[in-house]
C-alpha cells in the first residue's frame, strides 16, 4: 500500500509536468523550473513566485537532527556540572564515579535530564512542521488561484507525503505540484437527417 501510494505520487501526469518541491530527508526544498508550454507569461510568473517564496521559508529536512544534537550537548553539560558540584564538596574528578551519588540525586538528575533531551529533541522539531505547514497552505492556495485563472483548462495538484510529525520508518517527505492542461473533446456532428415513410425523421439514408 506505502509503495503503490510513493509511486502514484511522484508519478508525472499524463500530459503534464511534475514539479518536486521536496524529496529525501536530506533534500533542500527548491522551486527553480522553467515555464511549462501550456501555460502564459503573466500566469505562471504570478504562480511561481507564490510558490517560490513559500518554499524559501520551509524549514530543510535535516535540520530537524539539530534539536538532537543540541540536546546531547546539554546533557553533556549537565552532567559536567554534577560532576563539578562533587569535586567542589572535596571529590577528585579523576575519581568521581556515578556510584557515589546518592539515590536521591540520581533521581533529581533524570528528572532534570529527561525534560531536557524531550524539550531538545521535540520542540524544534514541532516548531519546524508548524512552519512548513504554514508554507503548504500558501502553496496550495497559489495552486487554486492558478486554476481558477485558467478557467478549468489546467489541473493543478499539490502533492505530499510523509509531512507529519509521525511517520513510518524509512519514508521521507515529499512535496510536489503536478499541472495537467485539461483537454476537452470536441463533439462530433449530427448526421444528416432524411424524411422516412411516415413523415418521421431518420438519421439513416435511404439506399
Known sequence: ??????Y??????VG???????DGICADPEFDYEQPPFLGDEAWEEFEEAVHDAVERMWKTRCEIVGLFVSVGL???VSFLVAAYAAMNGKDLDSYRLDDVSDEKKVLAEIVLMPILGAGTIL???YMLRTNREC?????????RLESRCDGNLRVEYRTMHTDFCRRKGTYPFRAIAL???VR??????????????GFTSPFKAS
Open 124 to 126: 524544534p522539531r514541532m
Open 75 to 77: 546533557t553533556f553539560l
Open 180 to 182: 495537467t492542461p485539461i
Open 1 to 6: 500500500m506505502g509503495s503503490t501510494e510513493s
Open 8 to 13: 502514484l505520487a511522484r508519478a508525472p501526469p
Open 185 to 198: 473533446a470536441t463533439p462530433a456532428p449530427a448526421p444528416a437527417a432524411t424524411l422516412g415513410l411516415f
Open 16 to 22: 503534464g509536468v511534475l514539479l518536486p518541491i521536496m
Open 136 to 144: 503548504d497552505k500558501e502553496i496550495r492556495l497559489a495552486c487554486r
